[in-house]
């Protein structure tokens, strides 16, 4: 069955980054991209950004542009989300999520990971 | 803020129909997708597109669409359906993705 599993809870300084993983298994890696999504506590869900598993194409929130960089390990099926300068509205849950968009251009992002913790405090 | 707009909260007795709906420009050219999420777990899809269903999700869930809103309907609402639920689409450009702010709904 299709699996996402991702690395575990992380505590972080401000200004530190932090690379949460996402293993895969279970499908074609490369005929699907990969999405992230981070819920703060008590709060929404907040979309991220997309890379696609592919060719590596990236799509990010405008409000972590700069900061936030996906990519993709074909060869391990593995994707990373790497989060720099981090504050401490950065606390939250990050997921990785199966994402793929379809023939009318509508997303969806239909096999979810477990769910990091990442926790920003001095 | 979002550009998807929900209620936030809605509440149905056991056995009932409800309705959760999703505003937004960006409906009128995309669908969008719903997510039911439980306390301490992972968001699940469970509707995409103009009316879909992953296989594992039962058929009292169903998804609707009109000009700038999509709904999403549970017919004889059940005592596990009560959780979080949110939309997400494209937004308005096109460029991005977005989430609704979600709704609590309460099974009575």
């Known amino acids: 069955q299709v699996q996402l599993v991702q690395s575990g809870v992380e505590v972080k300084k401000p200004g530190a980054s932090v690379k949460v993983s996402c293993k895969t298994s279970?499908?074609?890696?490369?005929?699907?991209?990969i999405s992230w999504v981070r819920q703060a506590p008590g709060q929404g869900l907040e979309w991220m950004g997309w890379?696609?598993?592919?060719?590596?194409?990236?799509n990010y929130a405008q409000k972590l542009q700069g900061r936030v960089t996906m990519t993709t390990d074909t060869s391990t099926s593995l994707a990373y989300m790497e989060l720099r300068s981090l504050r401490s509205d950065d606390t939250a849950v990050y997921y990785c999520?199966?994402?793929?968009?379809?023939?009318?251009?509508?997303?969806?992002?239909?096999?979810w990971g477990q769910g990091t913790t990442v926790t920003v405090s001095s | 803020s979002s550009e998807l707009t929900q209620d936030p909260a809605v509440s149905v007795a056991l056995g009932q129909t409800v309705r959760i709906t999703c505003q937004g420009d960006?409906?009128?050219?995309?669908?969008a997708s719903w997510y039911q999420q439980k306390p301490g777990q992972a968001p699940v899809l469970v509707i995409y597109?103009?009316?879909n269903r992953p296989s594992e999700i039962p058929d009292r869930f169903s998804g609707s669409n009109s000009g700038n809103t999509a709904s999403l309907t549970i017919t004889g609402a059940q005592a596990e359906d009560e959780a979080d639920y949110y939309c997400?689409?494209?937004?308005?450009?096109?460029?991005?993705?977005?989430f609704g702010g979600g709704t609590k709904l309460t099974v009575l």
């Open positions: 999520a199966r994402g793929l968009y379809d023939s009318s251009g509508s997303s969806r992002m239909d096999v």
């Open positions: 279970g499908y074609t890696f490369t005929s699907y991209g």
């Open positions: 890379i696609s598993a592919y060719n590596g194409d990236t």
């Open positions: 960006s409906l009128r050219s995309y669908y």
């Open positions: 597109g103009k009316n």
């Open positions: 997400n689409s494209r937004d308005s450009s096109g460029d991005s993705v977005v």
